[in-house]
């Protein structure tokens, strides 16, 4: 029994207990709490955690996450436009949110 996510390489994380500003969750705290947790699950296996999370295997998460992101960045951006650092950080943001989306087949 232990505490899983999924980490930004689609790598599966397993830790006994996780620690935050916000929140501590350990195994005798596990019941109390209303799943995720910042990202966070309980599972009483490993199987069922990687049957629920679905991990990334054989996939390089870097290659797809940056031509996602290149993707949409050039979609939202106008290339004869100046744009300013905030469309431009907002473009890669949504753009790496999506990267995330596409690798775990959300």
């Known amino acids: ?11 599966l994380v397993s ?30 296996t490993l199987a069922e955690a990687t049957s629920i999370l679905k991990p990334l295997s054989g996939v390089d998460p870097v290659i797809v996450a940056a031509e996602t992101i290149q993707r949409h960045v050039d979609e939202q951006l ?17 753009g790496l949110s999506e990267a995330v989306s596409e690798l775990r087949g959300d």
């Open 1 to 11: 029994m232990s505490f899983y996510t999924v980490n930004y390489l689609g790598e």
């Open 15 to 44: 830790a006994p207990s996780v620690y935050a500003p916000e929140f501590t969750l350990t195994e005798d705290t596990s019941a109390d709490f209303e799943y995720p947790v910042d990202g966070w699950y309980w599972f009483d």
């Open 78 to 94: 106008a290339p004869s436009v100046v744009n300013t650092i905030a469309e431009v950080k907002t473009a890669i943001r949504v």
